[in-house]
């Protein structure tokens, strides 16, 4: 029985502010992209969020992030490959250090935002954040975009990644994520969401603007929860990936 | 030869912002209080100070805060015991992994301002930092303020604990720090502080106002760096202190 | 026909954070306290804030706070009365400035979460709060919680004052707001809100636990958008008061 | 007898941290940018910095900014030129406040760091600084860059423009600032400094690197007072603009 993962950003919340559906989630995705502090995240939503996600039998991880609350990690802070290497050691410890407190285990780091975006076609990004998850944990997995320089990076700092491909979204010919500013960079359609990630999985293979079929390892499909159009999207999609035979497993557990 | 270890509050700064003389003091202590982003530091600042102390063979430590840069940790921030713990744990985790990514080891923990003062009589409090420490490093240890409650709370949590003595302040006559609004509180004459450090390294306990002396263990004492005349007090007391024949050494040194 | 302004919090978000719903509490209110960017709100928000206000015809004022995105000003930050002086007097004047910018103008000024609870019954620090706003602009109104600290304090200032109850909070027998650790201090009942709401305008007085009415001036009733309930209450509670025979109107309209 | 002005940043700490002398500027300066919070500046500092430029005769203007704590407002934060305007307003009306608050007034607005940087060259930021300072207060002065793109948007925008040079910068042969990564950008010698800027106040003109004189109106020149050398650089530029016959005097007095 072939196996997937499902991933979802949680934790999304610091103080009195929250966004997205953590107690949806934790039923629906078998991996937990937990935010740090940087831009979302503060030490009681992060410890809350990996008891909870112990209890759920969800894997966690450390979703790093530029420093910027106000623009929730989406806008790119001016800083130099050793200043982010630094602030990805940085939360990645923390999360660590938290999840232990709740019982928990931090077993991989994903980029987040505008970070994420820059590490997809930026080498010397791609290169300090993985250097960073080296210097602090080698034995940990890094979750990476499929196809784009993130992956290269992992493999050149001798980490474990694990690929992702997203659920509701068009890529390029090259097999980049389609700007948000394309119109049909974001797919609505719940059952055309369904149809995509079915054939990606099926084929091993992104699925291009065009029609055309990128080979990749795919270790994992991120879904959303941040609208309840999204956590239906999210629970149709697990439905139908199960009933097409998989089985939905984290890419890495913690060891008992 | 008796050994006694020298402490001092290193990389406070953040951004574009300093205080302190980082450099003058790695020639002069044995063990480095660093700033873990709350009070004062940043992924950088506190990269460089790991990366410094291991250079010059000192020691170093998380210094925990409450969240608050714009105070510098010296205001009490409303926040419950559980609260408390989280904030510490996430600041000793992001500390750990940056020693780390320097090429040195967190091997202690200190509370750092309001903080510290805090959990030198409120046992709650007191309770909440070592519990946090417990959880994510038992092998750590709390340096405490001689006679307080976080002795109490550090035994009680089952920490190895050294205990400090202040260089340039006055004791209640119960031991505690005399507060700041006493005119008499801190002591700006160096020679009497090299006098008073003597007297209590000498006779193993902390000299209270009105002469009473207070029987307690002394592992390390602490001096400051933010201004001139601070670093030429602490200089003369090190020189003083081994002088009369004590070596200066970290209490908690990193296993080779 | 006797008049009665409704007021709620506006412009509750920063960068890419929310909470209420401005959107329904603007065609329910006559009064609108804006966030000025300490416990929420951003120059993007207050000028979208003030601009919408203006468009609706609902009066808006700076809802000033202690410096506390975390924790939504719902904490009480160490700070001297002088230091809240000069951090209302900041607050104002930014949201002075972008409400003219917005082509609306403040005229009224209130106090939001632990500063308004400090200065419920701490005679400096509503002094603090009253002094500031005369000394940007004395012809300013102050909303005020009726029977109050605040309401001494504006009086002492030379300020014009609006008297404010609240729709759903319980009141002791000193005519306090009930501290939200009594079971019974938010009252959930639309339809008790409404009859209490209607007693307290028709005998001009405060109903406190125990059933004494205690006379105050009623110049404004607080309501709340901040949850779908919130939102039904404040709906049926205009209702309510414009059947009874009020009309609904701002305590402070800008000339025009 | 001709006049210039000199101009220089003040206020520059915030909570606990400082930056610059403040009590050695004011006694240099006729006219102080003061920082309104987002880069350096806090309420009490803003406060006490107004209320000392009053007592020594300096005209005050609000210094504004990319909000920017850590990098002090030097790092180009994304953000669209509405939202700088709205941040450029926000900032202007806090400054207008609190120099209220303390018996002065602001008579101009200069752009600061990144902001100022990109303000120099780019149109629509340029316009975005000016919209906003007449939306506020189109009374209002602004100190732009001679030569630069400041200049156009302030004279679009109708706004009252002060022409400042940079004692001890160099200048491209389009009369942009040498960027600080050139090793002639910064002129660290005290008599270059003189001479050049008495060159450039006799011909009216910026010295460009080449040696080209670019004509431009010159009201003020600014200096800096961030280290002990740069104090007493601008000590002596003083000195020397007194001797060579101009009277220091602010460009923007507020009136009596």
New interface residues.
């Given amino acids: 029985m072939p196996v997937i993962d499902l991933n979802a950003d949680l934790g999304e919340g ?4 929250r ?1 997205g559906d953590d107690a949806a989630l934790l039923h629906i995705v078998s991996s937990a992209n937990v935010a740090c ?1 940087f831009h979302a995240g ?3 939503i ?2 809350q969020c990996f008891a909870r996600a112990k209890q759920a039998g969800v894997s966690v991880g450390a979703h790093v992030s530029f ?1 910027d ?4 990690g ?5 800083m130099s490959p ?2 982010i ?3 990805v ?10 999840a ?2 709740a019982g928990h285990k931090i077993t991989f780091v994903k980029a987040h935002g505008a970070l994420a975006n820059l590490a997809e076609s930026d080498a010397q990004i791609a290169d300090a954040v993985a250097r ?1 998850i080296v ?2 944990d080698p034995s940990l997995t890094q979750l990476v975009i499929a196809l784009s320089e993130q992956t290269c990076a992992a493999e050149r700092a001798g980490l474990s990644a694990a690929h992702e491909i997203f659920a509701d979204r068009a890529y390029t010919q090259e097999g980049l994520l389609a700007p948000r500013s394309q119109k049909e960079a974001v797919i609505q359609d719940v059952e055309l969401v369904v149809e995509r990630v079915l054939k990606m999985l099926t084929t091993g293979a992104v699925l291009a603007q065009g029609g055309a079929l990128l080979l990749t390892p795919i270790d994992s499909i991120c879904v959303h929860g941040d609208t309840p159009h999204a956590v239906e999207m999210a629970t149709r999609l697990r439905a139908a990936i199960e009933s097409a035979g998989w089985d939905i497993r984290a890419f890495a557990p913690p060891a008992d």
Same sequence: chains 1, 2, 3, 4.
């Fill in positions: 610091f103080g009195a502010w966004m502090g503060d030490p009681d992060m410890a420093p609350l106000a623009g929730f989406r806008r790119s802070i001016p050793q200043e290497e630094r602030a050691a940085y939360q990645l410890g923390a999360a660590q250090a938290l232990h407190y960073a210097a602090v």
